[in-house]
C-alpha cells in the first residue's frame, strides 16, 4: 500500500497570499496518478486536480498541481475567501489511498 | 450532472450489519467506464476507499475491510450497495458513495455523495 503523507498539517495564510501543499508517498506513484480534492466542513471532497497537473472541469486557474514519482505539489496562487479549506491528495492504485489532509485556514 | 445519494440507517447497532444505498441519477450506472465506489470518513479524520463495483458486477474492495464488506449492484434501479458486517464503533463514520473514473487498476473520484453518517451504538 502506497502511504501518502502531507506537510505542512495546518497552514495559516491571509486572503491573497500563495498557498503551497505537499503530498509525499511512500513509494514512486505510475503515471503521475495522483489527484487533489477540497473538503469545506459538512461537504463532500470535491475534485480539483487529476492526473498530477490537470485541473478538473470548473476548476479556477489560481489552482495548480505539479510533482512526480513521490512528491507532489498543489499550489494556489492566490486565496479567495472560498478556499479556506481542508485538501487532500489520493493514489490511484487498485487499492486508493488518501493522504491525511492539509487544512487552509485563515491567519 | 451526475449526482448520488447515499440512504440508510443512521444509527447500526453493534455486531450487525451496516447497509446502504447510492442513487445514481444524470447517468446510468449500465454505461460502463466507471467503478462504483463507497468511500468512508471517520469524525474529524482523513478518507479511507471501502471497495468498488462495475456495472457488470464484478468487485474490488479494500484489502483491510474485505472479509465484511459486500457491495452489490442494481442496474434497474440504478443503485448501488455497501453490506458492512460485524460493526464495531470503530466503522462510526460518514459514507459517502463516488463514481471512481479511470480503469479498474487506477482511478480518482469524479462525483461524490454528500455523504451520510453512521453510528454504532447499542
Known amino acids: 500500500e502506497i502511504v501518502l503523507t502531507q506537510s505542512p498539517g495546518t497552514l495559516s495564510l491571509s486572503p491573497g497570499e500563495r498557498a503551497t501543499l505537499s503530498c509525499r508517498a511512500s513509494?514512486?506513484?505510475?503515471?503521475?496518478?495522483l489527484a487533489w480534492y477540497q473538503q469545506k466542513p459538512g461537504q463532500a471532497p470535491r475534485l480539483l486536480i487529476y492526473?498530477?497537473?490537470s485541473r478538473a472541469t470548473g476548476i479556477p486557474d489560481r489552482f495548480s498541481g505539479s510533482g512526480s514519482g513521490t512528491d507532489f505539489t498543489l499550489t494556489i496562487s492566490r486565496l479567495e475567501p472560498e478556499d479556506f479549506a481542508v485538501y487532500y491528495c489520493q493514489q490511484y492504485g487498485s487499492s486508493p489511498t488518501f493522504g491525511q489532509g492539509t487544512k487552509v485556514e485563515i491567519k | 450532472q451526475v449526482q448520488l445519494q447515499e440512504s440508510g440507517p443512521g444509527l447500526v447497532k453493534p455486531s450487525q450489519t451496516l447497509s446502504l444505498t447510492c442513487t445514481v441519477s444524470g447517468g446510468s450506472i449500465s454505461s460502463g467506464g466507471y467503478y462504483w465506489s463507497w468511500i468512508r470518513q471517520h469524525p474529524g479524520k482523513g478518507l479511507e476507499w471501502i471497495g468498488y463495483i462495475y456495472y457488470s458486477g464484478s468487485t474490488y474492495y479494500n484489502p483491510s475491510l474485505k472479509s465484511r464488506v459486500t457491495i452489490s449492484v442494481d442496474t434497474s434501479k440504478n443503485q448501488f450497495s455497501l453490506k458492512l458486517s460485524s460493526v464495531t464503533a470503530a466503522d462510526t463514520a460518514v459514507y459517502y458513495c463516488?463514481?471512481?473514473?479511470?480503469?479498474?487498476?487506477?482511478?480518482?473520484?469524479?462525483?461524490w455523495g454528500q455523504g451520510t453518517l453512521v453510528t454504532v451504538s447499542s
Open positions: 463516488a463514481r471512481g473514473y479511470g480503469s479498474s487498476w487506477e482511478y480518482y473520484f469524479d462525483y
Open positions: 513509494q514512486s506513484v505510475s503515471s503521475s496518478y
Open positions: 492526473g498530477a497537473s
